[in-house]
């Protein structure tokens, strides 16, 4: 199975920008589809976005496109969150998240969880 951790979360300021980070150890990342996934206070984890293996597809939220960008780097294990444009209902804790079968929507179909990343953004 594999490991997920987050980082890049922290405080910004609305129309700023931030990069998220998921790092993978144990099995190798190129072995699932990933996506990113966030959860506001109160609210229901909402998904953000998707990729799959290779990288050369992604599929977004309505609520993030245009504005968000899913890569990975499978040589490092590695998949990014590139966030622009930030507005205040963008806070929320983001979650990276593999899938054995397919590029997911819904969270219940993710197999594995990193412990999430506070992005908090200002108004």
């Known amino acids: 199975q594999v490991q997920l951790v987050e980082s890049g979360g922290g405080l910004v300021q609305a129309g700023g920008s931030l990069r998220l980070t998921c790092a993978a150890s144990?099995?190798?990342?190129?072995?699932?589809?990933m996506g990113w996934l966030r959860q506001a206070p109160g609210k229901e984890r909402e998904f953000v976005g998707c990729i799959n293996k290779s990288g050369s597809s992604t599929y977004y939220g309505d609520s993030v496109k245009g504005r968000f960008t899913i890569s990975r780097d499978n040589a490092k294990n590695t998949m990014y969150l590139q966030m622009i444009s930030l507005k205040p209902e963008d806070t929320a804790v983001y979650y990276c998240a593999a899938a054995y079968g397919s590029m997911f929507v819904s969270p219940r179909n993710y197999d594995y969880w990193g412990p999430g990343t506070q992005v908090t953004v200002s108004s």
């Open positions: 144990g099995r190798t990342l190129s072995s699932y589809y």
